[in-house]
């Protein structure tokens, strides 16, 4: 998920969606904007790890507000889902360059507010588009199932309807 913009409605969906299908970890890859967002998410059933995004600043309210729900990491984020290697980031800045290495099996960033997913160069990269709805009037999640890297856009409810299945 990315680009929630304090959208708690929205927010709540997308923790249903999670809990529904038994996700074992929530990726946020930013712009999360305020620390009251945090109640949201607190219904969630797995871990949450978030990168910073342009809009979550300052820092220290927001991981005050996440401290028992999530972690949150600086961008660019690297780590490992089941021997698969991901990177995690808001802005798209070197995305293609980044991409160009291969050393990930997939990249996920935000702040486009654009759903996004695709492979390139045996890479998958994926943005899944914004939580909050207010730029598109798409409010979507992605649901990644790892290892066999294959990704489902999820529209929450109230949005126009996309189906994206790669």
């Known amino acids: 998920m990315s680009d929630t913009h304090s959208h708690c409605a929205n927010i709540r969906q997308a923790v249903e969606v999670f809990n529904k299908n038994r996700v074992s970890r929530c990726l946020h890859a930013g712009d999360i904007l305020s620390p009251h967002a945090g ?6 059933r797995c871990p949450l790890d978030l ?4 809009n979550d600043s300052p ?3 927001l991981i005050r507000a996440f401290s028992d729900i999530g972690v949150f990491h600086h961008a660019p984020f690297g780590f490992e889902i089941e021997g698969r290697r991901f990177l995690m980031m808001h802005e798209p800045i070197g995305l293609d ?5 291969r050393d990930y099996d997939c990249i996920i960033y935000g702040h486009t507010h654009r759903h996004d997913i695709r492979i390139e160069a045996d890479i998958l990269i994926v943005n899944p ?6 730029f598109t009037g798409i409010a979507t999640v992605v649901l990644l199932e790892v290892p066999g ?4 856009l999820v529209t929450l409810e109230g949005s ?3 189906d994206i299945f790669l």
Do not use: H, S, T
């Open 97 to 101: 360059a980044i991409a160009d290495v």
């Open 149 to 152: 890297m294959k990704a489902k």
């Open 59 to 61: 820092e220290e309210p």
């Open 160 to 162: 126009d309807e996309v």
């Open 39 to 44: 109640q949201a998410f607190r219904a969630l």
């Open 51 to 54: 990168v910073f995004g342009n």
């Open 129 to 134: 588009g914004e939580v909050c709805g207010y």
